[in-house]
């Protein structure tokens, strides 16, 4: 039965990339539009190529670098020799996954806005397709790099389960490591081209926001596609093949080397590519759509691919696991049921339709500071929905896998659990990704229909996109941030599996949370998302404030730019924020792969442990506040310019404007950073585990 | 031996007390001043004991109800009888302790301003004498308190060491219940007033602080004495009962019910006060002392008696607790160490001298948005140091404790090393508290000076004194938050020994944090610091909002006001201060009390231990968080207006005092309350760890 498993595994991702190649074939059928959008679109895509050209560049160092280090620890016997390789491909991939978005996202955006000319559906129908290519380009490539791995190691090099899963451990952490840099990376540059525009061009210069006098205006549309493109497809690539193989990993724990519980998570993420294809067939709405029937059409799409899942998933367990196991079923579910869950606390906190994100409009009333207060407050407060139902799906998932089992049993099928609760969580990815990653591109078709001066109707429609987008996003965050939190505790897990494996002589059964290496290393973990969300803040802040003396000074040195009689440098702009955020992108991530290996050379195993547990906690509580006082300020502001407190170009709104530049490294660099973070933590420490165990001073 | 100790404890209590009556007679010799200084003076007092007495009566209630919960518990055997009665005196301490300090206060405050018209040193003196009066009420009440319940208990009815330490801790309980009321009261009230007076004041009307026409002014000064004085006063008192009685009740199970092990941490204490008050004695200054010059002479007595006490404490290990267990000594002075390197570390973030606040004062130059991102990552960065110095002071006290014993050893004695090192943080509390509480009576001194006319020169040296508490103020953050980290650490290991004593049938040694039902925990206790923030950054928020309300009316409504012709109706906001600080401070407290109580019987002993473990972590880290991001822009909007980027009155400026805004609840209200929050959390879970033991469902 393996064999046939690992084959449908293999033909799922080779669905999903063919369904992506004739998406990416559908987007490219439609026109680009008018001499000055092609123009403007291919200056952004200009720009966005010639970043990621640069960050692959940087990012090749530190990929070498790491595989050399690798290599010295192989030779050394502490890790096999398919380790660095392994390390390279999951980068690979990942970099794969965002370069495509990138590139379907750049080529869709003039066509998006060229086909809201005609009409609301034909731009939806553009916009989503060009998600759906990005969707599942990044479960394909995920799934095909899984499936070959398994199969190169399995039947070409005859590895053992043990083998097979620190190998693809390790393609995990170079799918982080790349996902860090490129969120990082991107979510620096779109903020402080967002930033930057803002500041000088809407609070300085009073003009509009994607003004083409704005010399930061093509920065801003770049960042859009090097940001929420590219960089959320490297991130959701490392969300989806971590949580698979932390799965695959603890599977064989809990089933002693059984092949079949490792393939159980991959079968499954194969199982809701083909569910996530019929829905995205749901997606589509009349031509004079509301905003609600545009939402609705979405949500059908989704939903029926999750209804899908469910029913299909129960006879996967059963005629794989056997009914004595389908415990895990349910544990499936509850991620499933998480994910949906956190993604409506989500929406609840930040959107304007409910009272949480009005109540903070209202304090525009008092100017700034109180929307500030206002909007911390709101994403603290925030944090305790997704808490309990994160807290509510552990302890499920944990107890229908751990109890009632004739097989297996006890601690390790509960940990199986709770990693099956995430790949419940992200098994329809394929078509929620393509709900979130249509967003972006829509944004930017707004951005192009406003430079190129097309009728009002045609910003209105892609307006209406857009708006529907930060719902969507809102959705997709609630799947991130669950599923970090599910993936990060299955790899703490088998970190401690690993330690033992390379001989740690901890006794794991006397484990103690009063023990005083595990708890130094508890608040060591749990400062580390403080200390890494201070410094993409900073980053952004520093960016940002080269971008408005950049701006500031082309108004001035440039005649006639403000009256539209001249062109602004558009180039400098993108130049400047390409520079800065690829220099501003090393130092976080330098951090977040030194501090394990430091942290358990002088601490040893319990510290990493606690470390551990420590920065998943904290930086699950984080990204959440983060990303809804984010959102909620985001939306307050958006609220405001519906009419509401005094409308667009009051004082109220001016504050609210305060509100949503703090608010845009929040929710779109250092939030959905830590996400990735968290895994990329544990994952370096399973690597590092042998280096640990054997030289650490005090454990 | 035995009763020696408990004689030297009740004896060092004593002295603090005269100490204090010696020093509020000498602030009671000086003169009022002009009847408008006086007048002034009343309306301050009278708004503040109309605040306190008001309290008070909603305070008792809360005591009652859950002086009758306990009575019920002690009458089903889950409690001894002496329960119900120490949780009463430990509030009643906690509150008399504060009202000395705000009596003391608002006594000192127009005398301060007097003397200042005399010269600099002569005020220093007056505030200084004021700050001692609080500091040695604290430390004195504290240990008096402690003395008495162990003499009654003790030798009156004989009771066991188990059965001492239990009431011990519930008049812990009792004393943080209190000060959670007094700090998240006066908290609001303080703040609500200062934002509300400088909205309008300041940004609206362009009138400077402190002016006699702002309707808010008086309600500002009082905030002052019934926030910064009175709760920070109800605040320490809980602080060193607690880090006295958590040591005591560790010491037992160390050291098999030894009394000695026991009267250590009183000891330390009441030794601790001598050194402190060798200590005032050396803070004098020169009349035309400068700035530096005055904090040398702060610094000279504190660092006295730091020194004195490492020196002292020595043979006192030594001869009562053996030369073979000086392993503790040493775990005293880390304990000592560490909160003065938190001390310097706070200094360095948040003072003008240093890179991090003159960094983020040029923030301003690009407006609020970025002066607010700038100050957010300040305080998230600045939380390194101080995990660093808690982890390694954690990590040396365990571990000189735990090893290389004779008598005792192993994991107990490793943490009462833990519960050692706080005492040892707090055995100068006396004049650390001294030199931080004089800083609200300097300030006060200087509204005095300002709404009553005085030469310019009184306020520039009132001025000078203000400004240094805001340093020493830095330092006594130091001790508090550090002390806090280490106390809970302490409580939850009694928590652990309580839940077995009371017959849990968990296996504590066996306790892994990957158990579900301890992670769960973690998720939920780290949860709770955020939700207990936002909840208190609310009602700051709201409560501040009326008074902006009240103010605009006032300005409407009272003719002449703004010209100076007419008086404003201060009372009126005092009142309203008082109403909406008091409603919004039920609810954060209640939250504190009742959620260990719920999560102990939903998810058991093991739910416990993971929420305690992750209120503690989390707690730390966003208590310095927001203690340093708040004092940074305090002092980065001073340091702008002493003249750089712009100065007083430019757009910098202003950006500054946004961010001002939005660092006063961060540091006067949220930040300091999360302190005795988590210990709070702990000392609820022990009472009731019968209560969760006998009716658990999960756990």
Redesign the interface.
Known sequence: MENYLVIATFVGAVLAILFAVVMAKRVLGFDEGTEKMKKISASIRQGANAYLKRQYTIVSVFFGAMFIILCVMAAFSMLTWYVPFAFITGGLFSGLSGFVGMKIATAANARTANACRTGLNKGLRVAFSAGSVMGFTVVGLGLLDISIWFALLKYAFGCTASEITSAMLTFGMGASSMALFARVGGGIFTKAAD?GAD?VGK?EAGIPEDDPRNPACIADNVGDNVGDVAGMGADLYESYVGSVISASALGVAAFGGEIKAMAIPMLIAAVGILCSIFGTFLVRTKENATQKMLLKSLSRGTNFSAVLIALVAFPIIYFVLGKENLGFYFAIIAGLLAGVLIGLSTEYFTSDSYKPTKNLAS?S??????I???G??????S??LP??I??AC??VA??VSAGNLTEVGG?SA??YG?ALAAVGMLSTLGITLATDAYGPVADNAGGIAEMSGLEPEVRQRTDALDSLGNTTAATGKGFAIGSAALTA?AL??SY?EKAQEVGSDVD?????????????G???G??LP??F???T??A??RA??SV?IEVRRQFKAIKGLIDGKADADYARCVDLCTKSSLKEMILPTIVAVVTPVVVGLILGVKGV??ML??AT??G??LAV?MSNSGGAWDNAKKYIESGVHGGKGSDQHKAA??GD??GD?FKDTSGPAINILIKLLSMVSIVFAALVVNFSI?G
């Open positions: 930033v500041l609070v304090k009333e008092t100017g700034s500071a109180t500030i207060i206002g911390l407050g709101l994403g603290m407060l944090t305790i808490i309990v994160v807290g552990v302890l944990y107890f601690a509960g940990l709770i505790l703490v897990a401690i794991f059964s006397t484990f103690t949370v009063m023990d005083p290496l595990v708890l130094v508890l608040f060591i749990a400062c403080f200390v969300a201070a410094l803040m900073d952004v802040g940002a404030q408005v442990v606690g547990a420590g906690v904290t699950f509580l506040f404007v305060v530049t703090v490294p005090l």
